[in-house]
């Protein structure tokens, strides 16, 4: 049976399991997305019960070798507080996104970090930087599972982008030139070449912020959501038509 010790973590989700347990799934830097049961968890007692809360950074020791390992220990790592508001239920749609798109057991170090850093952001009071953190995480977790294209060259023919153009995202597509009945949403040559730079960073996260904060706000979460929504294969996700619901109350 093997035993993995202090693993960096955070919750995704939670499901009850028993009267007293839970099922999470829980995104880890050197192990990906792994299922866990946490024995006794939902007990007033449990050492578990005020830890395993989502969007903060834990250290987990887990075992076992069947595809729902056992979870031997919890320890919040501190840093930062509770997202709330906006910022709580934008944390819970990054999590809805890696529990779509990662396959468990695949790690993404990488992926781990930008996440860490999107939620540190979510965290930061007053701050005004949650939709670029989003668009940043969305960007680079598109590249992550392999279907966000090379955003400088035109992906059907590899040509450069046309300095004078606007160019879409389309599923299967990749980067094409606008057409009339494209609508609205499009990004110039200029606009895709800087977030393809800022992907090529040594820090991409960090450098994605202050393109996508530059950058038309409803066009770059049009073209990215349509992408997200086709790999998701979903019309729209839960936390979006949670918010929906939200407004119209």
Request: hydrophobic share 50%.
């Amino acid at each position: 049976m093997k035993r993995i010790h202090d693993e960096p973590a955070y919750v995704l989700h939670r499901y009850d399991w028993s009267e007293s347990s839970l099922i999470l799934e829980v995104f880890t830097r050197h192990h990906g997305r792994v299922a866990l049961v946490a024995k006794g968890a939902k007990r007033p007692s449990s050492n578990f019960r005020p830890v395993l809360l989502p969007l903060q950074p834990l250290r987990l020791s887990f075992g076992g070798d069947a595809e729902i390992r056992t979870l031997k220990a919890a320890e919040w790592v501190g840093g930062h507080v509770m997202p709330t508001g906006e910022a709580l239920l934008s944390g819970t749609y990054l999590n809805e996104l890696l529990l779509r798109l990662l396959a468990r057991d695949d790690a993404h170090a990488a992926l781990f970090d930008a996440y860490a850093a999107a939620v540190r952001v979510l965290a930061t009071p007053g701050t005004e930087l949650v939709q670029p953190a989003l668009r940043a995480f969305e960007l680079l977790l598109l590249r992550e599972v392999g279907v966000l294209p090379q955003l400088d060259v035109q992906t059907a023919t590899l040509a450069p982008l046309d300095a004078a153009q606007a160019y879409v995202l389309v599923p299967e597509g990749g980067l094409r030139e606008r057409h009339e009945d494209d609508g609205a949403g499009a990004l110039a040559a200029g606009e895709w070449a800087a977030l393809q730079a800022a992907l090529d960073a040594d820090a991409p996260f960090a450098a994605l912020l202050p393109v996508c904060a530059d950058l038309p706000a409803s066009a770059l979460r049009t073209q990215l959501r349509s992408l997200l929504h086709y790999h998701c294969g979903v019309g729209m996700l839960r936390t979006r038509q949670l918010l929906i619901d939200l407004q119209r109350l």
